[in-house]
């Protein structure tokens, strides 16, 4: 499959670890960890993979690979070399998320640190990820361009006023069940907190379908991770 110019193939995917690993002896599960450290460290070379621990915030799922990929083929090189781990025997993935990136049809005058118009993904690598799927109503897309343009522009406003947050916005359009997935790196989860009460008084809020379930997640590398399930 040919790389997509301009365009990076986005993957959320959340794994929970079968408690049973936990009966393999104490040597045996340090081997695992090592294993499964040193597989996703070859084979992201030449992707962007972020790993964060979900252990204090989600009873069902225990860690997430974040990935920012070229091709849909390295995604698969990754994902594969993880299943074929001794504890990728373990792992479940109760949630994933596939998109795409793609400009912004609302965004034209003006970028943040980490922000491109071109909608390319550049981590901050901020202590909190909150990530979403998120599907607007039918009823949104009906509206003038120049309305939807409107109620946007109150969403910036909005945003203006937490600039500890930047959010990645990925497009999933026909590709998976949600419209969009979106991404928030954060200093801490209170400005987040505060950034979506705020947001919930907007008025395009009757315009959106799903934006469930939420995840609140902590950017550790992937031992660490590891190391906090035994």
């Known amino acids: 499959m040919a790389e997509e110019k301009g365009r990076d193939f986005v993957k959320y995917t959340f794994f929970k670890l079968d408690p049973a690993w936990g009966q393999r002896s104490a040597p045996e599960r340090e081997r695992d960890k090592e294993e499964l450290t040193t597989v996703v460290e070859e084979l992201s070379s030449a992707m962007l993979v972020n790993s964060y621990s979900l252990t204090a915030t989600r009873g069902d799922v225990d860690f997430m690979l974040w990935k920012v990929s070229p091709s849909m083929e390295m995604l698969e090189s990754l994902l594969g070399g993880i299943r074929r781990t001794t504890i990728g025997g373990y792992l479940h993935t109760p949630y994933s998320y596939f998109a795409l990136t793609h400009p912004s049809p609302y965004v034209s005058e003006h970028t943040h640190p980490g922000q491109e118009l071109t909608g390319a993904i550049q981590p901050l690598e901020r202590p909190y990820l909150f990530i979403y799927p998120f599907t607007k109503t039918h009823q949104w897309y009906q509206l003038s361009r120049e309305e939807r343009q409107r109620l946007m522009n109150e969403h910036f406003t909005i945003g203006h006023r937490f ?68």
Do not use: W
């Not at 200093?187 to 939420?214: G, K």
């Not at 997640?217 to 590891?226: A, I, T, V």
């Open 163 to 230: 600039p500890t947050i930047k959010i990645h916005t990925t497009y999933s359009f026909g590709l998976d069940d949600q419209e969009f997935v979106l991404g928030f790196e954060g200093d801490n989860p209170s400005d987040f907190l505060e950034l979506v009460m705020a947001l919930r008084h907007q008025e395009q809020r009757p315009y959106t379908q799903r934006d469930t379930p939420i995840f609140t997640c902590l950017h550790k590398p992937l031992r660490e991770c590891l190391d906090l399930l035994g």
